[in-house]
């Protein structure tokens, strides 16, 4: 009995550990660790922004500064003069299956299924506008060449 009690424990730590280390943001992540699959969901009422990047991709801004690569099922060629986008959900979230879209244009309405949803951190965020052209590289200073010692130029007579 106080072996069964201590596994089941181990077990009980070892899945919130788990749990935990999947659902934490990690920094370090790249913009090439980012899925291009993602099936993650937004809550709709949490969307804050967004930006499109090109006809087919776009990066919306959830609460507490949350971001997501939203890629299309399609191209859009209308989605980047678009002032407004609506969505289309069965619920309140916004996800890449059970035919969630995305509602943008004017007079006419057009509505395209979302492909993947990715979360992405603050420092992919910032690589994907630049990739994207929507914000410029910061400058990269190039270093001063070292003093090598003994490489001084001496003068012939």
Same mark, same amino acid.
């Given at each position: 009995?106080?072996?069964?009690?201590?596994?089941?424990?181990i077990?009980?730590?070892?899945?919130l @550990?788990?749990m935990?280390?999947?659902t934490?943001?990690?920094?370090?992540k790249?913009?090439?660790? !980012?899925?291009?699959? $993602?099936? =993650?969901?937004?809550l709709?009422?949490?969307?804050?922004?967004?930006?499109a990047?090109?006809?087919?991709?776009?990066l919306?801004r959830?609460?507490?500064?949350?971001?997501y690569?939203?890629?299309?099922?399609?191209?859009? @060629?209308g989605?980047?003069?678009?002032?407004?986008?609506?969505?289309s959900?069965r619920?309140d979230q !916004?996800?890449?299956? $059970?035919? =969630?879209?995305i509602?943008?244009?004017?007079?006419?309405?057009?509505?395209?299924?979302?492909?993947?949803i990715?979360?992405?951190?603050?420092?992919?965020?910032?690589?994907?506008l630049?990739?994207?052209g929507?914000k410029t590289?910061?400058?990269?200073?190039?270093?001063?060449?070292?003093?090598?010692?003994g490489?001084?130029?001496?003068?012939?007579?």
């Open positions: 009995m106080k072996t069964s009690l201590k596994q089941l424990f077990i009980v730590c070892s899945s @550990f788990l935990f280390e999947v934490a943001e990690e920094p370090g790249r913009l090439d660790d !980012l899925n291009l699959r $993602g099936s =993650d969901c937004i709709i009422r949490t969307i804050r922004d967004y930006t990047l090109d006809d087919s991709h776009l919306i959830g609460s507490a500064r949350r971001g690569f939203v890629t299309l099922g399609r191209p859009a @060629f989605i980047r003069s678009s002032f407004r986008l609506g969505f959900s619920d !916004l996800c890449p299956y $059970g035919g =969630d879209s509602v943008f244009g004017g007079l006419g309405n057009e509505s395209i299924s979302v492909r993947s990715s979360r992405v951190n603050e420092e992919q965020i910032e690589e994907i630049i990739r994207f929507k590289p910061p400058d990269k200073q190039t270093p001063t060449p070292a003093d090598v010692k490489a001084e130029v001496e003068e012939l007579d």
